[in-house]
């Protein structure tokens, strides 16, 4: 069963740095494409970062130069490490794979979400 996990969220004041991680299981990390996306209240759902099988990263605008999305094939995660974190950036953050098994980004199918994290920006 494909499974992902993400953790590592919490409160962190403007400027701050947090590292989400995203836990695969079921499936072979490095084959697959995986997103983060966050949603915050009443927000829809958007893309952060992505990255492809064969480690092509990708960003959404407002994160470009902050975040950095990383895979370690050993551990079958993928983290997301922030930096710079601003009010915009506070919501509640999820891992995905897709339908399609989908190896390069973007993820076009119906996504398989793993448990969110809650990140807060806040002083």
């Known amino acids: 069963e494909v499974q992902l996990q993400a953790s590592g969220g919490g409160l962190v004041q403007p400027g701050g740095s947090l590292r989400l991680s995203c836990v695969a299981s079921g499936f072979t990390a490095e084959d697959h494409a995986i997103g983060w996306f966050r949603q915050a209240p009443g927000k829809e759902r958007e893309v952060v970062s992505c990255?492809?099988?064969?480690?092509?990263?990708h960003y959404e605008a407002s994160v470009q130069g902050r975040f950095t999305i990383s895979r370690d094939n050993a551990r079958n995660t993928v983290y997301l490490q922030m930096n710079s974190l601003k009010p915009d950036d506070a919501a509640v953050y999820y891992c995905a794979t897709d339908e399609y098994e989908s190896m390069y980004c973007p993820l076009l199918g119906k996504k398989n979400w793993g448990q969110g994290t809650q990140v807060t920006v806040s002083s």
């Open positions: 990255i492809s099988h064969n480690g092509a990263m």
